[in-house]
T-cell receptor
Framework: EAQVTQNPRYLITVTGKKLTVTCSQN?????MSWYRQDPGLGLRQIYY???????DKGDVPEGYKVSRKEKRNFPLILESPSPNQTSLYFC???????????????FGNGTRLTVT | DAKTTQPTSMDCAEGRAANLPCNHS???????VYWYRQIHSQGPQYIIH???NNETNEMASLIITEDRKSSTLILPHATLRDTAVYYC??????????FGKGTRLHILP
């Protein structure tokens, strides 16, 4: 089944303890992206990647790192989490077209992170 | 980056057509309009997309104005299960995809 898999679904941690949220897709998509969602603020893009070893900042990259060593994986790393990173996180992926950008995003089921 | 503007919320009676508007006045010639919806806190779900022609699939219809500066998503016979937040986005060439806050659609029984 074609899907984007995020782990874990729920995570409670303490300030300063490094964590990684994993994202994996099995659709051979070039493009992958991370979003965070907070009440009243909608979905905000953190980082995105257009292919292996290519990553770019979104609108809210501060406090996050990503890597794209393999096409299928795009982990989100919080080196020193803080309470303001408590949020619902989504990973998404899609194909990239060189012509019209007509490939829809596929989203994971989300990771609810709480930093105390 | 082409951004979109949507109403914050809308109501629609069950069984009626729900028409959700979106403005994207800065859209470029080859950028597609996409619609997604998010039910509760699940991952957003793709609904439909289009470039300049009207589109229809099993979920919805998409009407894009001739100047491409706005579009309307139509759910022909809304049900309670269509209660969700609906996002209209334009996918730019640089792939910095901005979702915004969407429209919260309430289907009234």
């Amino acid at each position: 089944e074609a899907q984007v898999t995020q782990n874990p679904r729920y995570l409670i941690t303490v300030t300063g303890k490094k964590l990684t949220v994993t994202c994996s897709q099995n659709m051979n998509h070039e493009y992958m992206s991370w979003y965070r969602q907070d009440p009243g603020l909608g979905l905000r893009q953190i980082y995105y990647s257009m292919n292996v070893e290519v990553t770019d900042k979104g609108d809210v990259p501060e406090g996050y790192k990503v890597s794209r060593k393999e096409k299928r994986n795009f982990p989100l790393i919080l080196e020193s989490p803080s309470p303001n990173q408590t949020s619902l996180y989504f990973c998404a992926s899609s194909f990239r077209d060189r012509g019209p950008y007509n490939s829809p995003l596929h989203f994971g089921n989300g990771t609810r992170l709480t930093v105390t | 980056d082409a951004k979109t503007t949507q109403p914050t919320s809308m109501d629609c009676a069950e069984g009626r057509a729900a028409n959700l508007p979106c403005n994207h006045s800065t859209i470029s010639g080859n950028e597609y309009v996409y619609w997604y919806r998010q039910i509760h806190s699940q991952g957003p779900q793709y609904i439909i997309h289009g470039l300049k022609n009207n589109e229809t699939n099993e979920m919805a219809s998409l009407i894009i104005t001739e100047d491409r500066k706005s579009s309307t998503l139509i759910l022909p016979h809304a049900t309670l299960r269509d209660t969700a937040v609906y996002y209209c986005i334009v996918r730019p060439r640089d792939d910095k995809i901005i979702f915004g806050k969407g429209t919260r659609l309430h289907i009234l029984p």
